[in-house]
């Protein structure tokens, strides 16, 4: 497996579980019943792209991270709730972005189509926050 591809992929596998580990807590912060089930499909959803991006390193060949990215940290030194959500939706904004500028190097078709599909995931979970926060911080 190409350095780079596997290093780009277990980048993105510890954003994913960074992600995963933030929406369980952000779950039970989370006052109305809404938002937490918002909140444990968008985590539910971060860790199966984790696993996918594990066996598809795996599948061409590399080691898979069994790292979580530092983003943990960083949404639990926000203060409230709505910028735990901000901060959030910008780290799947940037999952997305990754994946828009390495997509086209990539070979593998099946991976590709991964790619695409997890990159329309985030897209939808980004709207369906952003709808959330629009709604207001009383509703959180």
Known sequence: MDTELESFLNSLGEAERAGGRVLHELTDQAQSLELRELLKKVGHDEGYYAGELAAHVRRLGGAPSTKTGDFVEKVRAVDNLKGKLELLNRGQRWVVRK??????????????????????????????????????????
């Open 99 to 140: 994946i828009g500028e390495q997509i086209g190097t990539i070979a593998d078709a099946r991976l590709r189509a991964f790619l695409r599909v997890m990159a329309d995931g985030h897209d939808i979970n980004i709207g369906a926050l952003d709808k959330a926060l629009a709604e207001g911080a009383e509703k959180l």
